[in-house]
């Protein structure tokens, strides 16, 4: 049978990955779950990489993008990953008009300027909510220590007002496979977890039905992604303004898919993914 890698890492379990394995092997293939730095690996053997759930990536950026590069078939593709793995990739979406969160971005000895009411400090390189703050308008001096023990941690650092329909409603995810909205859910992922949280999906979820104006955000923000055709996979991820939806983060690496609110969407990807394996 043609073998499928479905890569995650040692941190974290993921429940995608049973039900994805599954679907594959109803099309005739056999998944093995492996360890993106997995020493072992013989990654030539796969006929296709599937990047599920990387969830350390961001404190080995370096070595992962390495790992990237190196591996045939990988899905979604190298250059994707290295485009998407930096929360700047948020400029594109802005300068292309796709409605998305004021940010500002530092570095270390930048002077940082907080917007009035509360605000998000996070690593620009990160997932999980991990490393990620939030601060009321007068907590400069606790958000500024949390600046720098990121910046001392060798991450650049983003600054974003707080959206509060994030409280009141969550945010809307859009789950897009092969071009396509396979179903979208509603979360509520607290901030807080600190560098070295365990990653785990969200706790707090359920599926929601998008609007046209919430699909319509997502097609655009998937449309400046430098890529030639639709993704194998995507996630946009979305929040209530008061102009709109607006991107907060566009997840094309190794987004949770909530295959346990919609098990069909597994079929639909281990489809996407047959159609672009190497034989």
């Known amino acids: ?35 993106w730095d997995d020493e072992d690996a013989d990654w030539s053997r796969f006929a296709a990489t599937v990047i599920r759930s990387t969830w350390d990536y961001f404190s080995r950026l370096d070595e992962f993008l390495a790992w990237s590069r190196s591996v045939r078939s990988l899905i979604n593709p190298a250059s994707v990953v290295e485009w998407n793995s930096d929360k700047r990739y948020l400029e594109a979406l802005r300068d292309a008009g796709v409605p998305t ?18 605000f998000v400090v996070k690593p620009t390189v990160g997932g999980g909510s991990r490393g990620a703050a939030r601060f009321a308008s ?4 606790a958000a500024r220590a949390h600046l720098d023990h990121l910046f001392d941690e060798g991450f650049d650092v983003m600054v974003q007002p707080f959206v509060g329909s994030v409280d009141a409603v969550g945010e809307t ?14 979360k509520h992922a607290p901030l807080g977890a600190t560098l ?11 599926l929601a039905q998008p609007t046209a104006e919430h699909r319509a955000v997502a097609a655009a923000a998937l449309a400046v ?42 079929g639909l990807l281990a489809s996407a993914i047959a159609r672009r394996a190497t034989r």
């Open 1 to 35: 049978m043609t073998e499928v890698a479905l890569v995650g890492c040692s941190l974290a379990e993921d429940p995608d990955v049973p039900v994805l394995a599954a679907a594959l092997e109803r099309l005739g293939f056999t998944a093995t779950a492996l360890a």
């Open 196 to 206: 070295t949280s365990k990653p785990a999906p969200p706790a707090r979820s359920a």
């Open 138 to 141: 007068d907590d400069v001096k």
């Open 101 to 118: 969160i004021d940010t500002q971005y530092l570095s270390a000895g930048d002077d940082a300027t907080f917007p009035a009411g509360e």
């Open 173 to 186: 995810d859009l789950i897009v496979i092969d071009g396509e909205v396979s179903h979208a859910i509603v």
């Open 225 to 266: 992604v430098p890529h030639d055709g639709p993704l194998c996979y995507a996630r946009v991820d979305l929040v209530a303004t008061e102009r709109g939806p607006a991107v907060i983060e566009l997840e094309l690496i190794e987004p949770y898919l909530f295959f346990d609110l919609d098990p069909s969407a597994a």
